[in-house]
């Protein structure tokens, strides 16, 4: 743990508020604690460094799905999704939404502490070299990914839907061009070990992707196989401003 890490807090809740801020200046994190998505936006644009947000689902205002999905929409920053619905089509749609962890309520601060780390420690995994550009959009293979709308648009200019499970997968294989990732290695990236939904088979998202994207099935060109290694993007990736 960098003792400068910057925990974000969102939570309508005082005593929550209070409880995480105080437990976790105490582990030796900075924090800051916010109560809705405004201060929230406020916080993030204020020129401090944020290494993490932990975010609440229910929340005045624009509610944490909204927040998530617009934060991910402008930056990587991670996102761990706090509620006191513990349904599992909830933290499936906020996992959908690009956050990269998900707790509910009650939880033990133990608990959360042990997640921060592990989510700062995935998100930190990427060589500087390989983190993805500041862009509006990335091209490769005749393909270009809106980065601001997550539109995906063919060679043919015709608009592809992505869930967000194939957004950040894409993201993922295009931040890594022409290197091969094994499935552990995309499966921590995308999501936190805990998370079944997804867990049972990256092959299943990657083949999903390749869909997408037009790929024959036995022959793919953009996504390939490396026998007994994992996945490679084999294509350049150029970003746009």
């Known amino acids: ?16 508020r209070s409880l995480l801020g105080e437990y976790l200046q105490k582990n030796g994190y900075r924090v800051t604690v916010v109560a809705d ?3 929230m936006w406020a916080a993030l644009d ?14 005045p205002g624009e509610d944490g799905l909204t927040l998530c999905r617009n934060l991910r929409a402008r930056s990587e920053l991670p996102v761990i999704m706090l509620t ?4 599992e089509t909830d933290r499936i749609v906020g996992l959908e939404m690009g956050a990269d962890d998900y707790l509910a309520k009650p939880f033990n601060p133990r608990e959360l502490l042990a997640r921060i780390k592990s989510v ?16 509006r959009s990335l091209r490769f293979a005749g393909w ?7 539109n995906l648009l063919s060679p043919d200019g015709v608009l592809v839907a992505l869930s967000g499970t194939e957004y950040k997968l894409l993201r993922i294989f295009l931040a890594h ?28 998202q ?32 150029e970003a746009e401003p």
């Open 1 to 16: 743990m960098n003792s400068q890490d910057h925990i974000l807090v969102v939570d309508d809740d005082s005593e929550i």
């Open 37 to 39: 998505g405004r201060e």
């Open 46 to 59: 204020g020129g401090a460094r944020v290494d993490i947000v932990v975010l609440d689902l229910m929340l």
């Open 84 to 87: 006191a619905r513990g349904e």
């Open 120 to 135: 700062l420690r995935r998100a930190r995994s990427l060589p500087e070299n390989l983190q993805p550009e500041s862009a």
């Open 144 to 150: 270009t990914l809106d980065l601001a709308a997550r």
């Open 177 to 204: 061009p022409n290197r091969v990732l094994n499935r552990d290695q995309l499966i921590d990236l995308m999501l936190s070990r805990d998370a079944s939904p997804f867990d049972r088979s990256i092959d299943v």
């Open 206 to 237: 990657v083949s999903r992707l390749r869909h997408r994207l037009g790929e024959n099935p036995k022959e793919p060109v953009i996504i390939k196989t490396v026998r007994g290694e994992g996945y490679v993007l084999a294509a350049a990736v």
